[in-house]
């Protein structure tokens, strides 16, 4: 399958830079920049959801490449962070934390990006496994889920943060709570010890990139617990959008904590599920693709 543009920080490889290109994408008249090459890249593949109810057939355009495409990244767990009394086995089977929301999530993401703007997005997600050679730095778009219960391994660390740092954005959804925070900054503060996470004033261009938003107005809701009448898990009541930047300002980590954008993204027709949550996900998940792709 043909693969996406890529943003130009990314462009230099260990043992030469002809495998990644430029990309230019933003809403409106912005000009989608044309691939320039073709490389081998791993393929799509489908794995097992964490969640049954998130396993969903493919699009009938899953084949068509876009040039851009919802990277997903995937990881080993670690059981001591996190809620989860099920999603034990082989991270690289799926059915893990790594895969909450997916693949459903992501496929209603590249939905709402394909009806909000103008970016030519694909249908389908593109799982990313670090340990894949170079792969990683040929998408320059990631989520992560339930990052609380990551374990990378010290090459996945190292990986990751030479994406981050050529250019990549990495997007951080679906945990809450103290217990969780701890484990995602465990294996944060391995990636880059010596940059701080930052809570992200309310007139940061990624709140204002296509939407003016203000982070302070309402909490994206995590659908389990609303079944329970809150809109969170454990202490995660209080909404907060951090954020880890490069030595220019760039936001090459977004932090939704306390927030659940994958479950808006998949359950935003659902009466149930509270409206202003769902436009508050839409709506920041639209405003993170085109920051990461114009900055």
């Known amino acids: ?37 073709v490389y081998a890249a791993r393929e799509f593949r489908v ?25 997903r990244l995937m990881y080993p767990s670690n059981p001591n962070f996190g809620f989860f009394r099920f999603g034990s086995g082989n991270w690289l089977d799926g ?34 496994n670090l340990d894949d050679d170079d792969d990683a730095f040929d998408w320059p778009f990631m989520m992560v889920g339930l990052p609380g ?20 954005f990495l997007l951080c959804d679906s945990f809450f709570g103290s217990r969780e925070w701890e484990g995602f900054t465990e294996g944060m503060r391995r990636v880059f010890p010596d940059r701080p996470i930052v809570d992200l004033a309310p007139d940061h261009p990624v709140f204002h990139t296509v939407y003016d938003l203000d982070p302070r107005t309402s909490q994206v809701p995590n659908w389990n617990a609303l079944q329970g009448g809150v809109p969170y898990r454990a202490d995660g009541a209080v909404p907060h959008w951090r954020a880890i930047v490069d030595d220019t300002g760039r936001v090459m980590v977004m932090i939704a904590f306390n927030n659940d954008m994958g ?33």
Not at 2 to 17: E, N, T, W, Y
Not at 47 to 71: H, I, K, M, N
Not at 99 to 124: H, Q, W
Request: positive net charge.
């Open 1 to 37: 399958m043909k693969k996406p543009s890529i943003a130009g920080r990314l462009r230099r490889r260990a043992g030469g830079g002809g495998r990644l290109r430029s990309v230019a994408i933003a809403l409106g008249a912005l000009i989608i920049a044309i691939p320039t090459g």
């Open 47 to 71: 794995y097992r959801s964490l969640e049954a109810q998130a396993d969903v057939e493919l699009p009938p355009d899953y084949q068509v490449p876009g040039e851009f495409v919802v990277g």
């Open 95 to 128: 059915g893990t934390p790594w895969a909450v929301d997916y693949p459903r999530g992501d496929r209603r993401y590249a939905a709402i990006l394909r009806r909000l703007t103008k970016i030519n997005v694909r249908s389908v997600e593109q799982p990313i």
């Open 149 to 168: 219960m990551w374990d990378l391994t010290d090459d996945q660390v190292q990986k990751l943060r030479e994406y981050l740092l050529r250019g990549g």
């Open 263 to 295: 479950d808006s993204w998949q359950w935003a027709d659902d009466p149930d599920y509270p409206q202003a949550g769902a436009k508050l996900g839409m709506q920041m998940g639209v405003n993170f693709a085109v920051y990461a792709l114009t900055h």
